[in-house]
T-cell receptor
């Protein structure tokens, strides 16, 4: 969601499985959405974005789905690899870049 | 390389001291944001500058202040440091609200 400062929820998946990370947003004026990946000790990095005139966008092994009706965003990672272990944040452009979603920690089990 | 440069990378200082963290945004980006990230926590927004002016403030302590200079680099000043101020401090720059933000590698501050 869009709360910040919370301890991070964790998703644990087996290497090779698909991962789905979810994010809810509250401002219906949002029209641009981004997923960031943050590896331990590093700054967040852009993964993929989507604009509100789309409901799906695919990248390399990643897919972002946008459901504007329920204000929900998801990130799907295919064939999850150890290098995907990180914290994933969602962000939208409504209002300002004031807050990120609290983030989800993805742990990949070998 | 994101194009956003933060210095120093690491800083160790004593309680009660004052430090300055520096951020150089990507060329052309007018917005600079500062975030604090404590261990295993999300990104806490501190403050935003746009083209030299303060645009938005988050949960920034009164002991903390920032500014953006005419060349668009920004500094975050942390004073009367406490142990709880130990954290990673990130700077991000952005062209506009409809583009991605680029983050620096952060400054790890340790207060002892």
């Amino acid at each position: 969601g869009e709360s910040v400062g919370l301890h991070l929820p964790t998703l644990s998946v087996q290497e090779g499985d698909n991962s789905i990370i979810n994010c809810a947003y509250s401002n219906s004026a949002s029209d641009y959405f981004i997923w960031y990946k943050q590896e331990s000790g590093k700054g967040p990095q852009f993964i993929i974005d989507i604009r509100s005139n789309m409901d799906k966008r695919q990248g390399q092994r990643v897919t972002v789905l946008l459901n504007k009706t329920v204000k929900h965003l998801s990130l799907q990672i295919a064939a999850t690899q150890p290098g995907d272990s990180a914290v994933y944040f969602c962000h939208n452009n409504a209002g300002n870049m004031l807050t990120f979603g609290g983030g989800t920690r993805l742990m990949v089990k070998p | 390389d994101s194009g956003v440069t933060q210095t120093p990378k690491h800083l160790i200082t004593a309680t009660g001291q004052r430090v300055t963290l520096r951020c150089s945004p990507r060329s052309g980006d007018l917005s600079v944001y500062w975030y604090q990230q404590s261990l295993d926590q999300g990104l806490q927004f501190l403050i935003q500058y746009y083209n030299g002016e303060e645009r938005a403030k988050g949960n920034i302590l009164e002991r903390f202040s920032a500014q953006q200079f005419p060349d668009l680099h920004s500094e975050l000043n942390l004073s009367s440091l406490e142990l709880g101020d130990s954290a990673l401090y990130f700077c991000a720059s952005q062209l506009n609200l409809n583009t991605e933000a680029f983050f620096g590698q952060g400054t790890r501050l340790t207060v002892v």
